[in-house]
């Protein structure tokens, strides 16, 4: 199962001519970004959809650092580079190379089973899968959760504070260091702590559960943003001061990568009902792109402290419905996830109307009697 290349050469195209007129806002190659990471959803088996989510990731912050790097030593440190306008070009080629080269292939487990199944489960099966593909509007109550989710996870992504660092961190570290490219310097240090970054969560994601992870990162960021709004409060010497903001912003980018950047992607494919995951999807996608535009343009006319408390409250709404309302999704099935968002009295009577009884095999002296499961022992 290959990911949609067409799609993806396309959006490109379209964000490679943005990037040349250089007029559009950096802020609206978020979008394009979310189009190339749901490349991460095309996959059924879990695992590879957490490795892929990571490798994307990577690939963003690679483009980054090499993006930064060229800020460096070609751009003046008095001219604000917008980078968020360059690295979506890198990463594209990196996503069309991803595009071509990744694959999947059922496991021997899926081969067998699907050897090992009867006829009549087949016609089931399909039958099943037929009405589950029917799709519902999202705007019921029995789909409240699911909606509750999706704001969520967008603001999750859009509200995390490393947008506006990422994209102004040559104006944020300015003064940091001594040198005439302290911006770029900056920039250049944050791009390499998100790369590292997001190489270190990486065996993570294999082997640790999704949610868990995921309000690890939160907690994490809660803590740095506090830390931040205290250092700022004290009105430290300013060496020391940018020292600690400098060490503070690289243990927010690391909760970042273990929370929001990868998981965001896969743990959004796996939560949502079928039947309104594309809707739920797109809700989730729109609520992070408008948060991300709002915090980036908000960013410049607020000061440092109350840039921070700001952060702060929002990333604390998140927490809270991430712990009462995102379920854990590793090691489940789609139809598991499905009945812990949906309320208990809109499935129970659905799952008895579906509950087919397979036939039952008995062996009596090597030859194979089918019992019918209408059928009494005594009726035989």
């Known amino acids: 199962m290959h990911i949609n290349r067409k799609f993806t050469i396309y959006t490109n195209i379209f964000w490679g001519c943005c990037l040349c007129l250089r007029y559009f806002p950096g802020t609206f190659t978020v979008m394009k970004q979310h189009w190339c990471l749901q490349s991460a959803l ?55 190379i991803l595009t071509f080269m990744m694959k999947e292939e059922p496991s021997k487990k899926d081969i067998e089973a699907q050897n090992t199944q009867t006829q009549e489960a087949v016609v089931v099966n399909q039958a099943q899968d037929a009405s589950k593909t029917k799709l519902e509007s999202i705007f019921q109550k029995k789909y409240i959760k699911s909606f509750i989710v999706a704001i969520t996870m967008g603001m ?66 809660l803590l740095c943003f506090a830390a931040l709004i205290l250092v700022l409060y004290l009105k430290l010497e300013k060496t020391l001061s940018n020292d600690l903001v400098l060490c503070i912003t690289a243990v927010m980018i690391l909760s970042f990568h273990m ?34 535009i709002i915090q980036t343009y908000v960013f410049p006319h607020m000061k440092q402290q109350e840039n921070y408390v700001f952060f702060l409250c929002w990333m604390f709404i998140v927490y ?33 109307k579906q509950e087919v009884k397979e036939p039952s095999i008995v062996t009596v002296a090597n030859a194979d009697i089918v019992i019918s499961p209408s059928v009494s022992a005594v009726d035989q």
Request: proline share 4%.
């Open 156 to 221: 999750a992504i859009g509200a995390t504070g490393i947008n506006p660092v990422l994209q102004y961190s040559t104006i944020i570290f300015k003064d940091t260091f001594n040198s005439k490219k302290s911006g770029t310097i900056g920039a250049l240090i944050t791009s390499s702590i998100s790369l590292g970054a997001s190489l270190v969560v990486m065996p993570f994601i294999r082997r640790f559960k999704r949610k868990q992870l995921f309000v690890s990162g939160l907690t994490l960021m």
């Open 42 to 96: 095309k996959f059924q088996n879990q695992k590879i959809r957490g490795v892929v989510g990571a490798l994307t990731n990577m690939s963003l912050q690679l483009s980054m650092i090499i993006c930064n790097i060229i800020q460096y030593f070609i751009c003046l440190d008095t001219r604000l580079y917008p980078v968020s306008l360059v690295f979506p070009c890198t990463m594209s080629v990196l996503m069309i």
């Open 259 to 292: 929370s929001s950047a990868s998981l965001f992607y896969i743990i959004i494919g796996e939560v949502f009902p079928l039947k309104i995951k594309t809707t739920a999807i797109s809700i989730a996608m729109a609520t992070a792109s408008i948060s991300v």
């Open 320 to 352: 809270l419905c991430v712990i009462f309302f995102v379920p854990e999704t590793s090691n489940k099935t789609l139809k598991e996830i499905e009945l812990e968002m949906i309320p208990k009295k809109y499935h129970e009577v659905s799952d008895d």
